[in-house]
């Protein structure tokens, strides 16, 4: 699976857009670009996935570039609910080895 | 529909002792994963099961064994507890066809 680069803290002022880049220049074909969180010590939430195309659901956008090497989470009205722990994972399609490789994500914290 | 339970929440072992981490998911779901996390790290695959009867080592299996006798239970045994071992350890599953992790809420162990 694909390494991804992410930065290591994010600030974002609540109601405002909260943009958090990811960097997977060594991504496949075939391979997907997930989001998670991490809410203090819960266990992670799956946020959103893609794989060519943006993609949008009630809680995020995710927006991949056209090279696919790169991809942008975001969230349009941060609160500070979505103070959290946001991992990109790259990873192969459905049906294949099961298995998540995290990172050390970016820490975004929203304050007033 | 209670997701996914891991049981107990807490836990202090003395090195040495054996115990059994317990995950159990309602949602019929084929993949299971236990992974560890240390802190301020991502998540580590520890063992996977992409079925009942079928299990496999992920990044960090040394010293744990698990088993997958029923599609809703996978239990993760410590042999022969370590410090090292101290960690909060997560379980999560998802459908074969499925795209997003459904976690548990972790279990704190500490091995002293």
């Known amino acids: 699976d694909a390494k991804t680069t992410q930065p290591t803290s994010m600030d974002c002022a609540e109601g405002r857009a909260a943009n958090l880049p990811c960097n997977h220049s060594?991504?496949?074909?075939?391979?997907?670009v997930y989001w998670y969180r991490q809410i203090h010590s819960q266990g992670p939430q799956y946020i959103i996935h893609g794989l060519k195309n943006n993609e949008t659901n009630e809680m995020a956008s995710l927006i991949i570039t056209e090279d696919r090497k790169s991809s942008t989470l975001i969230l349009p009205h941060a609160t500070l609910r979505d103070t959290a722990v946001y991992y990109c994972?790259?990873?192969?399609?459905?049906?294949?080895?099961?298995?998540?490789?995290f990172g050390t994500g970016t820490r975004l914290q929203v304050t007033l | 529909n209670a997701g996914v339970t891991q049981t107990p929440k807490f836990q202090v072992l003395k090195t040495g002792q054996s115990m059994t981490l317990q995950c159990a998911q309602d949602?019929?779901?084929?993949?299971m994963s236990w992974y560890r996390q240390d802190p301020g790290m991502g998540l580590r695959l520890i063992h996977y099961?992409?079925?009942?009867?079928?299990?496999d080592q992920g990044e960090v299996p040394n010293g744990y064994n698990v088993s997958r006798s029923t599609t809703e239970d996978f239990p993760l045994r410590l042999l022969s507890a370590a410090p090292s071992q101290t960690s909060v350890y997560f379980c999560a599953s998802r459908f074969t066809g499925g795209y997003g992790y459904t976690f548990g809420s972790g279990t704190r162990l500490t091995v002293v």
């Open positions: 060594t991504i496949s074909g075939n391979e997907y």
């Open positions: 949602m019929n779901h084929e993949y």
């Open positions: 099961s992409v079925g009942a009867g079928i299990t």
């Open positions: 994972i790259v990873r192969g399609p459905t049906g294949t080895a099961s298995k998540l490789t």
